[in-house]
């Protein structure tokens, strides 16, 4: 499925929520590529400007809004890097449980295990949203 295919389908598949998320600004796409001092994969900032305010099931993806509190990429990220040790050139955008699936350097969606590095990963963000997101629930 292509990413616009799994934003249609988030889009259909959103919660309703007392207080519902927004969606960040080009601005704050790029004031957070900067503050984490990171470019963000074409598909990772397609998502964020078009379907981070989606609500769906128990896991909860990072957005770039302000005020998101423990949501927040950046705030995510430099704990994740700090305090579980994440590898650096990881970016985290989802954290489950001391877990985290994370964008690598190539654009695929790895899983990080609070023990450590592991071997699952999807070829792309759409396919982790398809089958983990989406799927899992």
Not at 94 to 99: A, Q, R, T, Y
């Amino acid at each position: 499925m292509k990413l616009t295919d799994v934003i249609a389908e988030l889009r259909r598949l959103n919660e309703p929520v007392p207080e519902p998320l927004s969606l960040p600004t080009q601005i704050q796409v790029e004031a957070a590529e900067r503050k984490l001092k990171m470019k963000f994969p074409p598909d990772y900032r397609k998502y964020l400007l078009e379907a981070s305010d989606v609500v769906y099931g128990s896991l909860e993806p990072a957005v770039v809004i302000p005020d998101a509190g423990y949501l927040h990429l950046t705030e995510l990220a430099e704990s994740a890097w700090s305090e579980m040790e994440l590898p650096r050139d990881l970016l985290p955008i989802c954290e489950d449980n001391g877990d985290y699936y994370c964008l690598n350097k190539d654009g695929e969606v790895c899983f990080w295990s609070h023990n450590g590095s592991t071997d699952e990963k999807w070829p792309d963000l759409a396919s982790w949203i398809e089958e983990v997101w989406i799927g899992e629930e």
